[in-house]
C-alpha cells in the first residue's frame, strides 16, 4: 500500500515538472514584456529596452530558460518579476490566503455537501429532495464571478437593513486594524464569510449531487437487504452500511472537486479583494510575465496533485478493497 | 419527474485508482423492453420529464430570439444613443442604456448568441477529440493508452481556465474562433477519459469479441460497434461540456481572456456591468439572468437526456424480479 | 385461501411422524405488484403456502414467475414502489402492516434470509466476522457484548465449514470466494437459531461443487436450528434433493403443489410436465428427447383472463381461455396434491408418466445420428487439434516500468482434438481454464506455449490473409446472447457482419439472411427487428445463424444454453443437435453443465485448473468416471428425480479452487482430492511430488486382461480408479 501510495507520487512529481514547463513555455511564447516599455510615450531608448530584455532573460532559448528558473525555485528562489520585485517574498503570504479560502471552502463544501446528499437520496422525490436538486442545479449552472457579485449584493442589504457593516467584502482583514485578539478574529470572519460562502455553495452543490446518487446506487444493493434480512432497521443499515460504503467513490471525487475549487478561487480572490495566488495569477498574466505565471502554475499543480494523491490515500483508507493491493 | 421505484442500483463496481469523476453508466448500452424500439422509448422517457422539456424550449427559445433580434430590435449591438447614457430599462431600451450609450439589449443577445455559439462548438470540437482518443486509447490498450492517459493526465493538471488565460495574450486582436478552437482543445479530457473507461468495458462484450472473431479489422470495429454503442453517453456529455463551456467562457472574457472587444460575450457584458453593480443593476442583472437561465437549461437537457438514455436510470424503470446473476466484474 | 385452512393437517410434514406441526409460516393470498412504463406488473396473483416446523418447501419457477418477490414480502424487504395484499402470518403473527421497527425484531431472529448472489450481498467495507457478529448484537439484548458476539462468529465460521475461522473472521468479503461467502451468509442466517430460513437460489451463482457444500451446509444449518426451509430455485434438481414439498410457479401464481416426490413422479400440470422434460438428465444422456416448450411466459402487466400458460401449452383448448384456472387438488393423487389445470384430469388417465409422457405431449424427438460420422473416429480429419496449449498471463506489479512478478497459469498442457462430425465437450468449474482455451483457440494468433491445429493449418505463421480464410470455418457461439449481439444493429445487419468482412456480395448475402434465420427457426418477416425485441432463446438462434452465416465446419459454443432458462435452452439443445445432423459439424462445446454435456457431446474432456484430467467417450466417461474429480463433479450434479437423489451418494470436495496463479505441486487436484485422504502417506507423497502424466484408462470390466489400456479414454491420476456416481 505504501509502495502503492509511492509510486503515485513519483508519477505526480514528474507530471508536476511537465506541467509547469508546459507553462512556462507558453508563457514565455505569448507574453511580450517589453511591448508595455516600447510603447511608452516618448519610447525609451533602445539601451533600456536592451537592458530589461537581458534582465529578464527573453533572448535565450525557452528551455534554458526554464532550467535556470527551475534550478533557482529548486533552492527557494522564484526570480523576480517585470517590475523587479522578489516573487519569493511575495509567494508565502499569496500562498497563505489561497490555502485558508481553499481549505475552508473544501472543508464546508465536503460537509454539507455529504450530508445535501444524503439527505436527498433517502427523501427521494419528496420536496426536499426537489428543492436540494433544483438549487444545486442553478449554483452549478452559475458562474461563481456572478455568485460573488450576488452575494456581495445581498450582503449590503443585509448591512444596510442591519444597520451596521456585518460582513465586509473587500479584502481579508480592515486595513491598519487595532484591536485584541477577539476583535482581530471578528474581524477576520467578517471578511470572510462572503469569500467562503461563494466557494463552498459551488462545492455543495457538486459533492451533494454525486453523494445523493453513490447513496441512490447502495439504496439498491444487495449487501444493504442482507443487512435489513439479519435485524438492522432501515434507518440503521441505511447509515451503518450503506453511507459508509456509498463514501468510498467520494474518494476519488476529491481530486476533481479540488481542480473546480481552485479556478472558482481565482474569481473569488479577485472579487473581494484578496491577494491570493489567483490574484496573482491574473496579475502575473496582464503584466505579461513569465515568472509569476510559472509560479502559480507550479503553486496549483501542486495542489493538483497533492489533492490526486490524498484521493488516492482517502480511497485507500475507505475501502478495504485497494487498501490490501 | 415520476414516481416509481428506488430499487435501481447500477451495480457497477466502484472505480479504483485514477478517479473518475462522473458514473459511468456501463449499462447505458443495453437497449430493453420487447416490442418498443429504442428510439421510441428513450423520446418517451425524456418527454416525460418535464424539467428536461422545458429547458429545451427555453434553450431554443433564447437561441433564436437572439439571432433573430437584429431583426425586429430598435438598435444594433454597435450603435450608439448619444441622447441617452446610462439610463433604466426603457420602451426605446429594453434593457437599458450603458454609460457610452449602447443599447443593453442588443449588446446582451448579441453577447448571449456569442456564448452559446460558442458554447455548442466547443462541445463539437470536444467529443470528435474525446471519442477518437478515448475510444483508441481503451481499444488499442498498451502504449497507446498510456501515451495517450499520460496527455490526458497532463491537462488535468493544469486546470484549463489556467491555459487558456495563459495563452490568451496570443488572442488579443484575433477572432473569436481561435478562441473556441482553444477551448475545444482544453475540453475534452475528461469526456475522453470516461469513454475511455466504457471502451474497455465494451472491448471485452461478447459483440465485439464475435466482430473481431469474424476477422472484422479494428477500424471498423470501431466505427461501427463501439463508437454507436457509446452515443448515449457522448450526446450526455455533450451537454455537460455545453454547459461548462459556457461557464468557462464567460469567466475567461469576464477577466478579459476572452472574447475581445469590439465582440461581445455575457462574460465581457458582466464585467462592464459589475462594475457599478450596486447602482444601475440592468447593466449586468439582464445578463447574468440569461447566463444562468440558459446554462441551467443546458443542464436539465443533459439531466433530461442522461435519465432518457441509461436504461439503469432510477426512473421508469421497469422492476424486473430474479434470476441473472450479474456478473460483477471487478476492475483492477 | 379457505380451501388451504379446511385441510390444514394434510399440509403438515409427511416425513415426520406423530401430531401434524402448527403451520411456521402461513402466505394467504399474497399480491404484489410494482409500478413499470406499461403499467403495473402484477408479479404475484394470489400465492398461498405453508411451511410447517423442520420443512423444506421448495418453490421452483423461471424467470419472472414471482418466486423471489414472495419470498421478499415475507421479509417485509419489498421496495416501497411495491403494493402488496393478502397475509403472511408467522406462527399466527400476522407480519403485512408491521412497522419497520417491528419487523426488524422479527427478521434475522425468527425469520432469516439467505440471497441469490455472495458476491454482493456482503457490505465490502466490513469484516466478515463483523457483520456476522452484528447480526448477533443487533437481537442479542444486553447479555451480548463485542467479545462474546465475535466468538460466536468465529463458531459459526467454522459450523458452516471456513477453515481456519478464528483467521478468517477477520478478512474482509472481497478475500472470500463466492462459496465461502455465501457461507457466510449462511452462518449470519442462522447467528440467531431463526425458525424459518429463506434461501432464494442460494446456489445459483456458483459452481456444482461448490453448490453441494452450500446445499450440504443448509442441511447442516436445518439440523442445528431445527428451522423450516422455503427453498426458492429454477433448478429442479436441487428441488429433487432437498425438499419435502414443492410449489411450481407460473406467472406469479402458484400452478401445481404437492410433496416432492408427487410433483417429480406424476406431475399434473403440462407445465410442470413440460419443465421435467425439458431438463437433459445425467443419468440418461443421448437418447433422451427433450421437450422445448414453445413461446414465453406472458407479460404481467395486463394478463388476459384464461390460463396464463394457455399459450404455450400442447393441451390448450378453447374452455382454457374462459377462466384462470382455480389451483384444485389433481384427481387420482394424493390429496395434497393440487394442480391448476382444467386437463388435469386426461393426465393422470394417460398411461405414459414423467419423461416419456412429456415428450408425447409435447411431441419431442430424438434426433438421429447421421450415418456421416459412422466412420470410426481415427479415420476421421481432424477439424480442430490443440496440442499441449499454454497460456499464462503475467501477474504485474510496479508503476512505470511494470515489472512481471508471477503468471497465472490460465492453461498449462492442454491436449484434444476435435474430428470432424463429432463434438467435444469441455467441463470443468469457473476458473479451469476453458474459457481461455477457446479464446486463444479464436485469437488464431501464436500461444505461448503448444499449438494449435485448425483444418490442417498450424496456427503459427499464418498471414492476415491466412487467418481470415480460416475464420470462415471456424466459428463461435457465445454464452450470453444479449452480450454478443450489437443492440443498435437489426437482425439483418448481425447476421450479414461476418459475411460482409468477408467480402461477400450484397446479391449474395440479401439471398443468405432469410435462409438462415428460416434454418435457426426465426421468421424471416422478423428481419428488421432490433436484438432487445427478441427473448433469450430468439437471441441465441440469431447468434447461431450468424456463426453458421460462412458454412464454418466447425462451431465452438461457449455455454451455449447457460443463460437461458430450461424450458428454453431444451429447443436451443434441439437446434443444435439437428443442424449438426443436418450440416454435419464439428462442435467443441464448452459447458460447466455436464448434464448437457452428456445430451449433447460424443466426447468430453475435463478441465481443472489449467489441465485436462480426463477425456474420453462420453459414455465410458459417464458411465465409469476414473479421475476423483469427474467422479466430485459428477456426483454433485442434482438429478431430478428425487427417488435417484436420496439413493446417491454425494462426494463433497474441501475448499475452493486454488490460485491458478500458484497452482499445488505434484497433482493440482491433490489439495482437495477425496481419494488422497484415504492414500497412504508414500502415495500421497507421489501425488505431492510428480505430476501425474494422462495415460489411457484401464478398462472397466474386471475381468479384462492384464495391461489391456482403453484405447479412447485418459485419465491424469496416479490412482485412478473407477467409482460410479451417477
Not at chain 1, 19 to 24: D, I, K
Not at chain 1, 220 to 234: M, P, V
Not at chain 3, 698 to 725: F, K, N
Request: glycine share 10%.
Amino acid at each position: 500500500m505504501a509502495r502503492f501510495l509511492a509510486r503515485r507520487l513519483v508519477n505526480y512529481l514528474a507530471l508536476c515538472l511537465v506541467a509547469t514547463f508546459l507553462a512556462f513555455a507558453l508563457a514565455a511564447l505569448t507574453f511580450d514584456p517589453v511591448g508595455k516599455l516600447q510603447a511608452r510615450n516618448p519610447p525609451p531608448p533602445q539601451a533600456t529596452i536592451d537592458a530589461k530584455r537581458a534582465e529578464l532573460r527573453l533572448d535565450e532559448p525557452i528551455p534554458q530558460r526554464f532550467v535556470l528558473w527551475l534550478g533557482d525555485a529548486v533552492q527557494g528562489d522564484f526570480g523576480r518579476t517585470v517590475v523587479n520585485q522578489s516573487i519569493s517574498e511575495e509567494l508565502p503570504r499569496r500562498i497563505g490566503v489561497s490555502l485558508r479560502l481553499f481549505l475552508l471552502g473544501t472543508v464546508v463544501g465536503i460537509g454539507l455537501g455529504v450530508i445535501v446528499g444524503v439527505a436527498s437520496a433517502i427523501r427521494q422525490y419528496r420536496f426536499s429532495d426537489y428543492a436540494a436538486t433544483f438549487f444545486s442545479f442553478v449554483i452549478l449552472s452559475t458562474p461563481v464571478f456572478l455568485l460573488g457579485l450576488l452575494l456581495k449584493y445581498v450582503a449590503l442589504e443585509l448591512n444596510t437593513a442591519a444597520g451596521a457593516q456585518l460582513l465586509v467584502f473587500t479584502g481579508e482583514t480592515t486595513p491598519g486594524f487595532q484591536g485584541g485578539f477577539f476583535e482581530a478574529l471578528v474581524d477576520r470572519v467578517q471578511h470572510l464569510v462572503l469569500p467562503t460562502l461563494t466557494i463552498a455553495l459551488g462545492q455543495i452543490a457538486y459533492y451533494s449531487r454525486y453523494q445523493r446518487s453513490a447513496m441512490l446506487d447502495v439504496l439498491g444493493s444487495d449487501f444493504l437487504r442482507t443487512a435489513q434480512a439479519k435485524g438492522l432497521t432501515r434507518r440503521k443499515a441505511l447509515f451503518k452500511h450503506g453511507l459508509r460504503t456509498a463514501l468510498v467513490p467520494m474518494a476519488t471525487l476529491f481530486a476533481f472537486g479540488f481542480g473546480l475549487l481552485i479556478t472558482g478561487g481565482t474569481f473569488t480572490e479577485r472579487i473581494f479583494g484578496w491577494y491570493g495566488m489567483g490574484d496573482w495569477l491574473v496579475y502575473g498574466i496582464e503584466q505579461d510575465d513569465t515568472n509569476i505565471t510559472a509560479t502559480v502554475t507550479l503553486f496549483v499543480a501542486v495542489l493538483v496533485l497533492v489533492s490526486g494523491w490524498l484521493s488516492d490515500v482517502f480511497y485507500a483508507l475507505l475501502d478495504p478493497r485497494v487498501r490490501l493491493r | 419527474m415520476t414516481t416509481t421505484d428506488v430499487t435501481g442500483g447500477t451495480g457497477k463496481s466502484v472505480p479504483t485508482g485514477g478517479a473518475n469523476p462522473v458514473d459511468v453508466p456501463l449499462d447505458a448500452i443495453e437497449a430493453e423492453t420487447e416490442g418498443v424500439t429504442r428510439g421510441t422509448l428513450v423520446l418517451r422517457r425524456f418527454l416525460r420529464n418535464k424539467l428536461a422539456l422545458t429547458g429545451l424550449v427555453v434553450l431554443a427559445l433564447l437561441y433564436a430570439v437572439s439571432l433573430t433580434s437584429p431583426l425586429f430590435a430598435p438598435w444594433a449591438y454597435d450603435e450608439y444613443d448619444y441622447l441617452s447614457f446610462l439610463q433604466p430599462p426603457s420602451a426605446s431600451h429594453w434593457f437599458g442604456t450603458t454609460q457610452i450609450g449602447e443599447d443593453v439589449f442588443a449588446q446582451t443577445m448579441r453577447g448571449l448568441q456569442r456564448s452559446l455559439t460558442i458554447g455548442l462548438l466547443t462541445a463539437a470540437i470536444s467529443i470528435v477529440i474525446a471519442s477518437v482518443v478515448g475510444a483508441c486509447a481503451g481499444y488499442f490498450g498498451g502504449w497507446v493508452d498510456r501515451g495517450l492517459m499520460w496527455i490526458v493526465d497532463l491537462l488535468l493538471v493544469l486546470p484549463s481556465f489556467l491555459i487558456i488565460a495563459v495563452i490568451s495574450p496570443a488572442l488579443r486582436g484575433s477572432s473569436w474562433i481561435l478562441f473556441v478552437l482553444l477551448l475545444g482543445l482544453f475540453a475534452w479530457m475528461i469526456t475522453a477519459r470516461i469513454l475511455r473507461g466504457m471502451t474497455l468495458t465494451l472491448r471485452e462484450r461478447e459483440f465485439v469479441k464475435a466482430a473481431r472473431f469474424m476477422g472484422a479489422p479494428s477500424g471498423l470495429i470501431i466505427r461501427r460497434h463501439i463508437l454507436p454503442n457509446m452515443a448515449s453517453l457522448m450526446i450526455i456529455d455533450v451537454t455537460i461540456t455545453v454547459g461548462s463551456t459556457i461557464l468557462l467562457e464567460t469567466g475567461l472574457s469576464y477577466f478579459g481572456f476572452g472574447v475581445q472587444p469590439p465582440d461581445v460575450s455575457l462574460g465581457t457584458l458582466i464585467r462592464d456591468g459589475s462594475t457599478a453593480a450596486l447602482t444601475t443593476p440592468w447593466l449586468f442583472l439582464f445578463a447574468g439572468g440569461l447566463l444562468v437561465v440558459s446554462v441551467l437549461a443546458v443542464n436539465f437537457i443533459g439531466d433530461g437526456l442522461r435519465d432518457a438514455l441509461d436504461p439503469n436510470a432510477r426512473r421508469g424503470r421497469n422492476v424486473r424480479e430474479d434470476e441473472d446473476p450479474e456478473v460483477e466484474v471487478e476492475r483492477a | 385461501m379457505t380451501a388451504y385452512e379446511a385441510e390444514s393437517d394434510v399440509l403438515a410434514d409427511p416425513g415426520r411422524a406423530g401430531e401434524p406441526a402448527a403451520p411456521l409460516l402461513e402466505v394467504a393470498d399474497l399480491e404484489v405488484s410494482f409500478p413499470s412504463e406499461d403499467g403495473r406488473v402484477r408479479a404475484v396473483r394470489g400465492l398461498s403456502y405453508r411451511v410447517s416446523p423442520g420443512e423444506v418447501l421448495g418453490i421452483v419457477g423461471e424467470s419472472g414467475s414471482g418466486k423471489s418477490v414472495s419470498s421478499l414480502a415475507v421479509m417485509g424487504l419489498l421496495p416501497p414502489s411495491a403494493r402488496i395484499g393478502g397475509s403472511i402470518r408467522l406462527r399466527g403473527q400476522e407480519l403485512l402492516g408491521l412497522s419497520d421497527t417491528e419487523l426488524s425484531r422479527i427478521r434475522g431472529r425468527r425469520v432469516a434470509m439467505v440471497f441469490q448472489d455472495p458476491l454482493s450481498a456482503l457490505t465490502p467495507v466490513y469484516t466478515v466476522g463483523d457483520q456476522i457478529a452484528e447480526a448477533l448484537l443487533v437481537h442479542g439484548g444486553r447479555s451480548t457484548t463485542a467479545s462474546t458476539a465475535r466468538n460466536r462468529a468465529v463458531e459459526l465460521l467454522d459450523l458452516v465449514g471456513i477453515p481456519n475461522a478464528a483467521e478468517r473472521v477477520k478478512a474482509f468479503p472481497h478475500e472470500f470466494s463466492g462459496g465461502m461467502r455465501q457461507r457466510a451468509v449462511i452462518a449470519m442466517a442462522i447467528a440467531n437459531d431463526p425458525d424459518l430460513i429463506i434461501a432464494d437460489e442460494p446456489t445459483t451463482a456458483l459452481d456444482v461443487t461448490v453448490q453441494a457444500q452450500v446445499l450440504e451446509v443448509l442441511k447442516t444449518a436445518q439440523e442445528v436450528t431445527g428451522a423450516g426451509i422455503v427453498l426458492i430455485t429454477h433448478d429442479l434438481g436441487v428441488v429433487a434433493g432437498t425438499a419435502d414439498r414443492v410449489i411450481v410457479m407460473y406467472a406469479g401464481k402458484a400452478v401445481e403443489t404437492g410433496t416432492v416426490d408427487e410433483i417429480f413422479a406424476t406431475p399434473r400440470m403440462p407445465y410442470t410436465l413440460g419443465l421435467l422434460g425439458s431438463i437433459p438428465r445425467l443419468d440418461v444422456g443421448r437418447g433422451q428427447p427433450l421437450v422445448p416448450i414453445e413461446g414465453q411466459p406472458p407479460s404481467l402487466v395486463a394478463l388476459p383472463p384464461g390460463c396464463p400458460f394457455g399459450p404455450r401449452c400442447p393441451l390448450h383448448e378453447p374452455a382454457c381461455d374462459a377462466a384462470e384456472p382455480e389451483l384444485l387438488p389433481a384427481p387420482g393423487a394424493a390429496p395434497d396434491h393440487r394442480a391448476a389445470c382444467i386437463r388435469t384430469g386426461e393426465l393422470a388417465a394417460a398411461d405414459a408418466e414423467g419423461g416419456e409422457l412429456a415428450a408425447e405431449l409435447f411431441d419431442a424427438h430424438v434426433v438421429e445420428a447421421e450415418p456421416v460420422d459412422s466412420a470410426t473416429r481415427i479415420d476421421r480429419e481432424v477439424v480442430l487439434g490443440v496440442d499441449r496449449l499454454v497460456k499464462h498471463y503475467p501477474v504485474r506489479a510496479g508503476g512505470i516500468f511494470r515489472r512481471q512478478v508471477g503468471a497465472v497459469q490460465a492453461v498449462d498442457g492442454v491436449t484434444f482434438d476435435v474430428r470432424a462430425g463429432e463434438t467435444l465437450g469441455l467441463v470443468g468449474e469457473s476458473g479451469c481454464g476453458k474459457s481461455t482455451t477457446i479464446m486463444e483457440i479464436m485469437g488464431l494468433e501464436p500461444p505461448t506455449g503448444g499449438s494449435i491445429q485448425v483444418l490442417g493449418s498450424q496456427v503459427e505463421g499464418l498471414s492476415r490473409a491466412d487467418r481470415k480464410r480460416i475464420r470462415r470455418d471456424l466459428q463461435i457461439v457465445f454464452q450470453d446472447p444479449m452480450a454478443s449481439l450489437d443492440p443498435r444493429l437489426p437482425v439483418r445487419d448481425l447476421i450479414a457482419e461476418p459475411m460482409e468482412v468477408q467480402g461477400f456480395d450484397k446479391a449474395h448475402i440479401t439471398r443468405r439472411v432469410p435462409e438462415l434465420m428460416k434454418l435457426v427457426g426465426l421468421r424471416s418477416e422478423q428481419i428488421n427487428r432490433y436484438p432487445g425485441e427478441f427473448s433469450g432463446g430468439q437471441r441465441q438462434r440469431i447468434c447461431i445463424a450468424r456463426a453458421l452465416a460462412l458454412e464454418p465446419k466447425v462451431l465452438v459454443l461457449d455455454e451455449p444454453v447457460s443463460a437461458l432458462d430450461v424450458s428454453i435452452q431444451a429447443g436451443v439443445l434441439n437446434l443444435l443437435d439437428e443442424l449438426k445432423a443436418r450440416l454435419g459439424l464439428a462442435y467443441l462445446f464448452v459447458a460447466h453443465d455436464l448434464s448437457v454435456v452428456r445430451h449433447i457431446a460424443d466426447r468430453v474432456a475435463v478441465m481443472y485448473l489449467g489441465k485436462i484430467v480426463e477425456i474420453g467417450g462420453v459414455e465410458e466417461v459417464f458411465a465409469a468416471p476414473q479421475h476423483p474429480y469427474t467422479q466430485a463433479l459428477l456426483s454433485a450434479i442434482p438429478v431430478p428425480d428425487p427417488e435417484v437423489e436420496r439413493r446417491r451418494e454425494r462426494i463433497l470436495l474441501t475448499g475452493d479452487l486454488p490460485s491458478p496463479a500458484n497452482p499445488p505441486s505434484g497433482c493440482r487436484f491433490r489439495t482437495r482430492c477425496q481419494l488422497f485422504a484415504t492414500l497412504g502417506a508414500d502415495q500421497q507423497q507421489r501425488c505431492i511430488d510428480v505430476e501425474p502424466p494422462r495415460e489411457s484408462a484401464l478398462p472397466a470390466e474386471p475381468d479384462a486382461p492384464v495391461g489391456a489400456h482403453l484405447p479412447d479414454h485418459d485419465v491424469a491420476c496416479h490412482w485412478a480408479r473407477i467409482r460410479t456416481v451417477v
